[in-house]
């Protein structure tokens, strides 16, 4: 259980970040886990990258090289991380990706994963919209904008940005 200031958290919560592109999903996923690790929270991110052929490895390197040869996973260690690449494989479930991040976390951030997502109800569901449209369109727990569209369900970032960390920060079994 941790706490952080006023606020208490006794398990894992994920806060799923989602959108259509340029909604400013990395905007404001960047602005949650600032706030949250300022509030003294252990904080952990993944982005989803909708790239086939996306690879962190960088052709010609040597840790390519190695990942080339066939090893899986690739382990790159440096001073200051440590990055693992598992060639052909993806995350098919909410359980794959929360045994990667661990148990010494208060948060998970994620950007994307709408479909990963879907069924997962414990996430708390936040939803970049672009238009008025764009409500009926994605399921969430919360509606946000960075544009200027006037409608009293959707929060106005960054105006209204201490709203959403509220229903974020409220206790699970109140939303």
Sequence with gaps: MAWAGSYQVSFLKVIAVVGHK???????????????????????????????????????????????????PNIIISPNEVTVIWRNRGINSMDELLNLVGEDIDFLVLEGFYRLIKQYKEAIKIVLVKDKEEVADIEGDAFATFEDIDRSEIIKLPEQYPQLLKIILQPSSSR
Excluded: C, P, Y
Aim: no cysteine; hydrophobic share 35%.
């Design 22 to 72: 340029k909604s400013g999903k990395t905007r404001l996923t960047t602005m949650l886990i600032k706030s949250l690790r300022d509030m003294g929270f252990r904080v952990a991110s993944a982005k989803h990258v909708h790239h086939a052929n996306f690879s962190i490895d960088q052709s010609g390197k040597d840790s390519w090289k190695h990942g080339e040869a066939g090893a899986n």
